[in-house]
């Protein structure tokens, strides 16, 4: 059973950079059409997308965020990542990583979720 | 504001069903296959349909969904008050390229 945890801080300071790591275990994080992204979730409010990787490196952004992101991955760790930059309140937010297929160009749906992970900006 | 619109709020009473709209357009919807997660609070969200009208393992056929042009719909038969949830579509666009989430909705079983 593929299995998804975030890590990193759950607080950052305002115009600092938030750093979290997605460790997947499982199964392996170079499958074939298996895409890993992440999502947001202020409290209350609805859930984003940030922006997704495949093994490769190829990476896609949310583009109203693509200016203050970068998702990387890490196959020897089987593990991928997120930084946001220069961080404000707005940031705050539940942060989850999830893994989709995208076969033969369509997507697939989340079908595999972290638990999330609450970071807060002060 | 979310690309795709979903109804805020339904409600339905024990047993019987509610439908939960999402509407887009020919970029996303219209294009490529929604799928749908419900989320509790505290938790994390739950693939409940995906390519349209396909159930993960597990999900009981009470739930059902379909697609017509830019629009998908969820469907939720003999509710239950474990059902109350919130509710999201999800979809790929191709000229953000990208994934869009819908909105949201809360569904009260009264």
């Known amino acids: 059973q593929l299995q998804l945890q975030e890590s990193g801080p759950g607080l950052v300071k305002a115009s600092e950079t938030l750093s979290l790591t997605c460790t997947v275990s499982?199964?392996?994080?170079?499958?074939?059409?298996?895409?890993w992204g992440w999502i947001r979730q202020p409290p209350g409010k609805a859930l984003e997308w940030i922006g997704s990787i495949y093994y490769t490196g190829t990476t896609y952004y949310n583009p109203s965020r693509k200016s203050r992101v970068t998702v990387s991955v890490d196959t020897s760790r089987n593990h991928f990542s997120l930084k946001v930059n220069s961080v404000t309140a707005a940031d705050t937010a539940i942060y989850y990583c999830?893994?989709?297929?995208?076969?033969?160009?369509?997507?697939?749906?989340?079908?595999?979720w972290g638990q999330g992970i609450l970071v807060t900006v002060s | 504001q979310s690309v795709l619109t979903q109804p805020p709020s339904v409600s339905a009473a024990p047993g019987q069903k509610v439908t939960i709209s999402c509407s887009g357009s020919t970029s996303n919807i219209g294009n490529d296959y929604v799928s749908w997660y419900q989320q509790f609070p505290g938790s994390a969200p739950k693939l409940v349909i995906y390519?349209?009208?396909k159930r993960p393992s597990g999900i009981p056929d009470r739930f059902s969904g379909s697609k017509s042009g830019t629009s998908a719909t969820l469907g939720i038969t003999g509710l239950q008050t474990g059902d109350e949830a919130d509710y999201f579509c999800a979809t790929w666009d191709n000229s953000l390229r990208g994934v869009v989430f819908g909105g949201g909705t809360k569904l009260t079983v009264l």
């Open positions: 390519d349209n009208n």
């Open positions: 999830a893994k989709y297929d995208f076969w033969s160009g369509y997507f697939g749906g989340f079908e595999y």
């Open positions: 499982g199964g392996s994080i170079m499958g074939t059409s298996q895409y």
